[in-house]
């Protein structure tokens, strides 16, 4: 099936952080409070739609033991997101993105939250699961240096992202995540074009984690609301952000990571972003019929 091997049509030189990759906001948040779930797949299952980068977010309940959350809401067992992990490993030849970390700690005026961590417990399901020694991507210099054929032939099939390298095999290149409250908290017609006005800002190093979905907060426009409602209002115009996006040139190479809210309710958002490897010109010139046709796009000059 295409979606589980896409990145297979792209060229040896492309550099993974210019891919244009279909990422998963809190990704574990399947089975949760339908006020904290973003996801209705399974990690293995958002893979299978063509996802590649996984946001996931960790806290720990009284015992120490992991679990994913979302804010003080949690879900299924930390080991039981990296089981998932590692299905996404096992037969594959793709590179995913798994960016790992504790919840961060929450304001609201005088209230802080706080959420738990337990970086030797995560280390050891990194081992137990993902067969880091083989797979993990760690010994590199510049991220931005790192090709497909690179990680072709080392055999590489990820990377672990976080800030402070906390776990065993986890790499701190950057990962820049944009975020402004009132732009993200805006109507969404507001904001399909204030995502866009705001990325022509934005520079990175690194990866580029690029935010598609809106931000319920006290004191913006959309207020506090729950993630499958902002899903329906804000659907219709993702085409619209990609296709601006896609008009500019300097955009389009500015395109890395590109996330989403509910990456399995159907294939439409996979095959905007990877709409972008086309424009790019990274697919291979022998495949790019093949590639436009399963994303239903036409091919480009």
Same mark, same amino acid.
């Given at each position: 099936m295409f979606y589980e091997r896409w990145m297979s049509y792209l060229k040896d030189e492309a550099k993974i952080t210019k891919i244009?990759?279909?990422?998963?906001?809190?990704?574990?948040?399947k089975g949760m409070l339908f006020p904290a779930r973003c996801q209705n797949g399974t990690i293995y299952e958002q893979f299978q739609y063509?996802?590649?980068? *996984? %946001?996931? =977010?960790?806290?720990?309940?009284? #015992?120490?033991?992991?679990?994913?959350?979302?804010? @003080?809401?949690?879900?299924?067992r930390a080991e039981e997101a990296f089981a998932y992990m590692g299905q996404t490993l096992r037969g594959s030849g793709e590179f995913c993105i798994f960016d790992i970390r504790t919840y961060t700690e929450q304001k609201f005026g005088p209230l802080s939250l706080s959420y738990g961590s337990n970086d030797a417990e995560i280390s050891r399901l990194i081992e137990k699961y993902l067969d880091p020694a083989r797979y993990a991507l760690?010994?590199?210099?510049?991220?931005?240096?790192?090709?497909?054929?690179?990680?072709?032939?080392?055999g590489k099939k990820y990377i672990i992202l976080h800030p402070q390298k906390a776990y065993?095999?986890?790499?701190?290149?950057?990962?820049?995540?944009?975020?402004?409250?009132?732009? *993200? %908290?805006? =109507?969404?017609?507001?904001?399909? #074009?204030?995502?866009?006005?705001?990325?022509?800002? @934005?520079?990175?190093?690194?990866?580029?984690?690029?935010?598609?979905?809106?931000?319920?907060?006290?004191g913006t426009?959309?207020?506090m609301t729950w993630?499958?409602?902002?899903?329906?209002?804000?659907?219709?115009?993702?085409?619209?952000?990609?296709?601006?996006?896609?008009?500019?040139?300097?955009?389009?190479?500015k395109v890395n990571i590109v996330?989403?809210?509910?990456?399995?309710?159907?294939?439409?958002?996979?095959?905007?972003?990877?709409?972008?490897?086309?424009?790019?010109?990274?697919?291979?010139?022998?495949?790019?019929?093949?590639?436009?046709?399963?994303?239903g796009k036409p091919l480009c000059s």
């Open positions: 244009a990759v279909p990422g998963a906001h809190n990704a574990g948040t063509g996802v590649r980068e *996984f %946001g996931i =977010r960790i806290s720990t309940d009284r #015992k120490g033991v992991p679990y994913i959350c979302h804010g @003080l809401l949690k879900g299924m760690t010994d590199f210099d510049d991220i931005n240096d790192i090709t497909l054929g690179d990680l072709r032939r080392s065993d095999y986890s790499c701190d290149c950057e990962l820049l995540e944009p975020w402004d409250a009132q732009i *993200f %908290g805006s =109507r969404p017609e507001k904001f399909a #074009k204030a995502c866009v006005d705001y990325l022509r800002t @934005l520079e990175s190093s690194g990866f580029f984690w690029l935010q598609t979905q809106q931000t319920p907060n006290p426009e959309i207020g993630s499958n409602k902002l899903e329906k209002m804000d659907r219709p115009f993702f085409p619209q952000i990609m296709a601006e996006i896609a008009a500019d040139p300097a955009l389009t190479e996330a989403g809210d509910f990456m399995t309710a159907d294939h439409m958002k996979v095959n905007e972003i990877l709409y972008f490897n086309l424009l790019k010109g990274i697919v291979r010139d022998e495949l790019r019929e093949e590639y436009a046709a399963a994303i």
